[in-house]
């Protein structure tokens, strides 16, 4: 089915581990983001992606770095975890202006 | 920060009733789209509306949008007991690179 893959889809890790996220899309899209989803605080972006190889921050990238090799691929990386990115994360593509997104199903990360 | 916030942020009908959510956003937009999300799943495109538009319907979906009021709206008629989700409205803004802005949404429970 098309659409947009994230793995995995629950992790735990101890402060300090490393660890990165995957989405992959089928669609062709030109445009990649991952957002966090905090509870009562709606989504917030973390970092986006206009096309392969570049990327770009968005509202809170601090303690992420992302990168997009190929352009179905848009991995999201967090160097050293801090309990403080407990969170849901979501990987979203679109086509561009005036086209919905299509969201994965999300990776619901832990970091004790 | 948040672009748009969500009014009320939680609504409880019955069955068959209608379903009414606000929207309110800050800055100049392209595009604004309303997601659903059902507990523990990713976000699902419901409906895009432009800035040159006032309203639209799909299905049993009808959103108004009134860019002098910088406000939108989502109608859902004849609720059933499976629209039980939460819904967000997120806008594009008309200047700078196409990325969702979220609000933090509005929980709807429709009891049979």
């Known amino acids: 089915n098309a659409g947009v893959t994230q793995t995995p889809k629950f992790r735990v890790l101890k402060t300090g581990q490393s660890m990165t996220l995957l989405c992959a899309q089928d669609?062709?899209?030109?445009?990649m983001y991952w957002y966090r989803q905090d509870p009562g605080m709606g989504l917030r972006l973390i970092h986006y992606?206009?096309?392969?190889?570049?990327?770009a921050k968005g509202e809170v990238p601090d303690g992420y770095n992302v990168s997009r090799l190929k352009k179905q691929n848009f991995l999201l990386g967090l160097e050293s975890a801090a309990p403080s990115q407990t969170s849901v994360y979501f990987c979203?593509?679109?086509?561009?202006f005036g086209y919905g997104y299509t969201f994965g199903s999300g990776t619901r990360l832990t970091v004790v | 920060s948040q672009q748009g916030e969500e009014d009320p942020q939680a609504l409880s009908i019955q069955e068959g009733e209608n379903a009414t959510m606000n929207c309110s956003y800050k800055?100049?937009?392209?595009?604004l789209q309303w997601y659903r999300q059902n507990s523990g799943r990713g976000l699902v495109h419901l409906i895009l509306?432009?800035?040159?538009?006032r309203e639209k319907h799909s299905g049993r979906l009808r959103v108004t949008l009134d860019t002098s009021k910088k406000s939108s709206s989502l109608l859902i008629t004849a609720s059933r007991a499976a629209d039980t989700a939460s819904y967000f409205c997120?806008?594009?803004?008309?200047?700078?690179?196409?990325?969702?802005?979220f609000g933090t949404g509005t929980r709807l429970l429709v009891s049979p």
């Open positions: 669609m062709n899209h030109e445009y």
């Open positions: 979203a593509s679109t086509y561009g």
């Open positions: 509306i432009r800035s040159n538009e």
């Open positions: 992606s206009v096309g392969e190889g570049t990327t």
């Open positions: 997120a806008t594009v803004a008309n200047t700078g690179f196409q990325k969702l802005v």
């Open positions: 800055t100049s937009i392209n595009n």
